[in-house]
């Protein structure tokens, strides 16, 4: 810790009070980048025991402190400059609020006198970032720091998870300025002011008693499973909720490793690039268990005919989000784990697994569907293009269970989302509801930054390679060994793909080209080791060589097949019963 | 106008800058109509109130209302049926009144309870505080008078007391 703790009333400045606040909160890593308004700020850090991770864009900050979060389920804090330094991290903030991820984020700022001025790296950044941010402070006195620090980080962690952004002009946390002088303080719960903060967790009994009712008489149920889940940590209760009543589940792109893929009742991912059982199933459900998920466009597909036949249960800890987007016969506002175990209890005061309805009929025709439509790609002969499919499932069988992955977004993302086998929580890393190219390396390294002990691939394209690569240097001059499995198809392979399927073909603005950047000197530049794979028999040597790297990160590029599309689709604007199987499977 | 598809209503804010933004940014971005919308300070200078009407045709308004609560500044909400409530609103305007139309003028004033504020030889400003719909007639009587300059406040409103028994 800290030399010198500040006591309680002790003299002290705005700067180091906000560090000492941050250690306070249990905060081990901060990944920043400094800039003049932030420099009180870096000072006292030179003395805390948080480790200070220097990012080499802002963004890549942001995206560190989500990948941090989503392994470890502590909020990530990133420290930026004001200015640019601010607007550079707007997207990580973005792409943790809609996918619920407890962040904080310190602004600098100019001085509290200077605001609106125009002043040199100046930007109005509570106003830039209120529609993406669960809460932001402008905080104006330098006694308000603890205080509105543990306000930020109570706020980011409860209720439904979200960044939180706190601007601190640069004039409270200089030491040369008197406005930095204030006694210090440990704020507590007793020190929040928070009056319109009420976050509940438990669930409402009556509601949860006439779900469990539904649940016991449905004939074709589905557990509708999304990230809420993994945020109210919550998979053993599913796991017993799913075992105890026998009802098969679905696990979003957010959930993927909510539910162990290896179990019987687990029926993948749902949706657009969903697989076909999962779609199917929900589409012919008579009843849709909502399990903090949200109803997304990309899962209902077209909403009028989405689901049609079925009831819904919706629980979430967002109010706001029970019927929004699907009207429900029962909406339990209450955090995922204390309503599951109440569900439980309700289920069993009904008779329990006993007293579930025959599901004889719906099991045999979901393991029809299952037979029938698998996930399937044709593998390539020797000597012919490399299927990405075929990448991800190397990477699945040749790590460990417990191996994290982070994404990227495109078609890559749907290849691991689906192929990759998911048993475990807490694996599965990516920008989903925001859609954020170049998320995935920056994600990886905060996820293995927060996990040092366990492996980390990064999976990526080549298009989002390009937005982010940069923080490899990150990686590699902080030792943080992270792999990245780049599969290059020398497209923006998903817009090419809807430009295939939906434009005739016309491609426009889509080719990147396989050959420029070179990757595996681009990786050797910075600090990395690069390996190339052209061809399938490759593939598993290079694994292996890199999963025997770990003092430096590895970059594989995979040369892949660009015109390889993803499979199952359900074509935009259309229902989830219009899905598109692989053209192998069609025609019968 | 169909009235029934404006609802009122009332929150309690903690009273900080930059609220009001959040208040009305939330609506923009979820795509809330606002018909009207009305700030003041309450007798605690902690907070302050906001009321508005909302367009529920544009939005249900269970989700305006949950939307809302999520704003960590708001502290309370409350949505006011217009069966249920009374609500007012404040119009200044400035008419053109020549020597031979005074009297009609006053006779306007009269009927409508509403107030002179200033007047000179050729224009007369009137103040009328009334439920939004009378403010729209007084206005559609004044208007053959030429009204050269018009302010409404936006309305407020509290729920309406019940009947209670002697």
């Known amino acids: ?588 | 106008m169909p009235h029934n598809k404006f609802h009122t209503i009332v929150t309690t804010v903690e009273n900080k800058p930059g609220v009001l933004a959040r208040v009305s940014g939330l609506f923009s971005r979820r795509g809330f109509n606002i018909e009207s919308l009305a700030v003041a300070p309450t007798d605690d200078e902690k907070f302050s109130r906001i009321t508005f009407t909302v367009d529920v045709e544009s939005a249900p308004l269970e989700q305006v209302v949950n939307q809302l609560d999520k704003l960590i500044n708001v502290v309370d909400i409350r949505e006011l049926d217009p069966e249920a409530s009374v609500s007012r609103e404040l119009m200044l305007v400035t008419v053109a009144v020549g020597r031979e139309r005074r009297t009609a003028i006053l006779e306007l004033i009269e009927d409508y309870r509403a107030y002179v504020l200033n007047e000179n030889l050729t224009h007369m400003t009137l103040s009328l505080a009334a439920r939004p719909a009378k403010l729209d007639e007084f206005e559609v009587d004044l208007r053959p008078y030429g009204i050269t300059e018009l302010q409404r406040t936006g309305r407020v409103a509290l729920p309406r007391l019940d009947e209670t028994p002697i």
């Open chain 1, 1 to 588: 810790m800290t030399t010198n703790l500040p006591k309680p009333g002790d003299a002290i400045n705005g700067g180091q009070a906000l560090v000492r606040a941050l250690e306070l909160e249990g905060v081990e890593v901060v990944f920043g980048l400094p800039g003049g308004a932030t420099l009180p700020i870096y000072d006292p850090i030179l003395e805390s025991s948080m480790r200070h991770i220097l990012v080499r864009h802002e963004q890549g900050a942001g995206h560190m402190a989500q990948g941090y979060a989503h392994a470890t389920g502590r909020p990530g804090v990133a420290l930026v400059t004001s200015g640019p330094g601010a607007t550079n991290i707007v997207t990580p903030l973005c792409d943790a609020y809609i996918d619920s991820i407890p962040m904080v984020c310190i602004t600098g700022q100019v001085p509290y006198g200077a605001i609106g001025t125009d002043a040199f790296q100046e930007c109005d950044t509570t106003g830039i970032t209120m529609a993406v941010t669960k809460h932001n402070f402008l905080v104006t006195e330098a006694a308000d720091l603890p205080r509105i620090v543990h306000e930020a980080f109570h706020i980011a962690t409860t209720g439904r998870p979200g960044p939180v952004l706190i601007d601190v002009p640069k004039d409270i946390v200089d030491e040369n300025n008197p406005r930095s002088a204030m006694q210090w303080y440990e704020a507590t719960d007793a020190d929040m002011e928070l009056p319109g903060y009420n976050p509940s967790g438990e669930g409402d009994r009556t509601a949860i008693m006439a779900a469990a009712e539904l649940i016991t008489a449905a004939v074709r149920p589905v557990l509708y499973v999304g990230g809420g889940i993994l945020k109210a940590r919550a998979a053993e209760s599913l796991r017993e909720l799913a075992e105890l009543t026998g009802i098969p589940v679905v696990t979003t792109l957010m959930a993927r490793g909510a539910f162990p893929d290896s179990h019987e009742l687990c029926l993948g991912m749902p949706g657009m690039h969903g697989n076909y059982t999962a779609v199917t199933a929900m589409q012919n459900a008579d009843l849709l268990v909502s399990l903090g998920a949200r109803f997304d466009d990309r899962v209902t597909g077209k909403l009028d005919g989405f689901a049609p036949g079925a009831k819904v249960v919706h629980v979430d800890i967002d109010q706001a989000e029970l019927g929004k987007v699907r009207a429900v016969d029962v909406g339990i506002r209450g955090d995922c784990r204390l309503v599951i175990d109440s569900l439980i209890e309700c289920i069993g005061e009904l008779g329990g697994a006993d007293a579930q309805s025959d599901r004889g009929a719906w099991r045999s025709q979901l393991s029809g569907w299952q037979e029938k439509y698998p996930l399937y790609y044709e593998q390539s002969e020797p000597g012919n293009l490399l299927k990405p499919q075929y990448v991800i499932e190397q990477l699945r069988d040749l790590n460990p269970a417990d191996t994290i992955v982070a994404s990227g977004v495109g078609q890559h993302q749907m290849y691991a989302s689906n192929f990759w086998k998911f048993d475990h929580p807490y694996t599965w890393i990516n920008s989903g509801g925001l859609g954020t190219m170049g998320f995935s390396i920056p994600a990886a390294i905060g996820a293995q930054v927060g996990m040092p002990d366990r492996r980390v691939w990064a999976v990526d394209g080549d298009g989002c390679f390009q937005m982010t690569a940069q923080e490899l240097v990150t990686a590699a001059v902080e030792r943080i060994p992270v792999k990245v499995a780049l599969l290059n198809n020398g497209y923006l392979g998903m817009v090419r793909q809807w430009q295939e399927l939906f434009y005739d073909e016309r491609f426009s603005g889509v080719e990147l080209g396989a050959d420029v950047p070179n990757y595996v000197q681009w990786a050797e530049a910075m600090g990395c080791v690069g390996i190339r794979v052209d061809s399938p028999e490759e593939v598993g040597p290079a694994i292996a060589k890199a999963n025997e790297i770990n003092d430096r990160p590895v970059v594989v590029e995979f040369r892949t097949d660009p015109g390889e599309n993803v499979f199952p689709m359900v074509p935009a604007g259309r229902t989830n019963s219009d899905v598109v199987v692989h053209p192998s499977q069609r025609g019968e």
